[in-house]
């Protein structure tokens, strides 16, 4: 298949129509050029802010209220352009008020025959806790689609191996990302590669990119898109199918063969997605030791 996973910029919208539009083109870009499954970027629905104003946008309770407010609206374009084009479509993530006092941080993923799974985000960085307070939704999803098994990891949930572990069976992991200076988009790629490595499986990273100094949540934002898989058989030894170019606007593509998943899972130069579970017995037999 054909992946596209997107540097995306935010930007401030004159109209819904406006935004519509921007969606669209980005969709019916990456489309045109022959990609099954598009990947959007973590928060990149926060511009839907600036729909009600800079007063709005500038405020951290009032804008993930407005954009949440949105959210329904969103969904209804996102699955749209996935019938329309048929393909798949990680929308991008944004704060959702669902029923609860605090916002959980969403991203839905939408199928061209109109079914859709929803992934919460597990772990909060310092600033989601303080001062956006946004918390812990519901749990992780392996999702069953036409392309393949597919898990999500929001962002920092990336860098946390036992995640990594309960997606073990997942082929493909989506991680859609906002991180604000380098040395954050750098922590997201390398945890998006060590879970290639230990899943041999295949991952994918999107990038916010660009200054938006209207927003509190994602003033800056640093990165670029990125595919990768385990430096084995069938696949790059550097472990990178595919990169961008650092914080420059647009799709990154790839084209990746799950078969090779299956195969380097089955007869790699290394086992690691079997070995997993030869690990938990000896982590907890460690012993403490002093130096004779």
Not at 155 to 163: A, K, M
Not at 236 to 255: C, D, R, S
Request: hydrophobic residues 45%.
């Amino acid at each position: 298949m054909k992946i596209a996973t997107a540097a995306y910029p935010l930007d401030v919208l004159e109209s819904w129509a406006a935004y519509e539009d921007k969606i669209f083109n980005w969709v019916s870009e990456a489309a045109g050029q022959g990609a099954e499954l598009l990947v959007f970027p973590e928060y990149g629905a926060m511009e839907l802010a600036t729909l009600v104003g800079p007063e709005v946008a500038a405020d951290l309770e009032a804008s993930s209220r407005a954009v949440s407010d949105r959210i329904e609206a969103v969904d209804a374009l996102y699955a749209h352009l996935a019938l329309e084009f048929g393909v798949h479509i990680l929308g991008a993530s944004a704060p959702v008020y669902d029923g609860g006092a605090r916002p959980v941080n969403r991203a839905r993923l939408f199928a061209p025959d109109g079914k859709t799974g929803a992934q919460d985000k597990q772990i909060m960085t310092r600033y989601e806790r303080t001062p956006w307070d946004v918390v812990p939704g519901g749990p992780l999803r392996l999702f069953d689609t036409a392309l393949g098994r597919i898990g999500v990891l929001i962002c920092y949930d990336s860098e946390f191996p036992l995640f990594g572990r309960a997606l073990s069976e997942a082929e493909l992991i989506l991680v859609p990302s906002c991180t604000e200076a380098l040395a954050g988009y750098s922590r997201v790629r390398i945890g998006a590669m060590a879970r290639a490595l230990e899943n041999q499986c295949v991952t994918v990273m999107s990038s916010t990119v660009g200054a938006a100094p209207w927003s509190p949540a994602v003033d800056e934002n640093t990165g670029m898109g990125g595919v990768f898989g385990p430096p084995d058989h069938g696949f790059p030894p550097t472990g990178v199918i595919a990169e961008g170019q650092l914080n420059h606007p647009g799709w990154t593509y790839a084209e990746v063969d799950l078969a090779r998943v299956a195969e380097v899972r089955a007869d790699g130069g290394v086992l690691n997605q079997a070995h997993w579970a030869e690990q938990e017995p000896r982590a907890q037999a460690v012993e403490r030791a002093a130096l004779r």
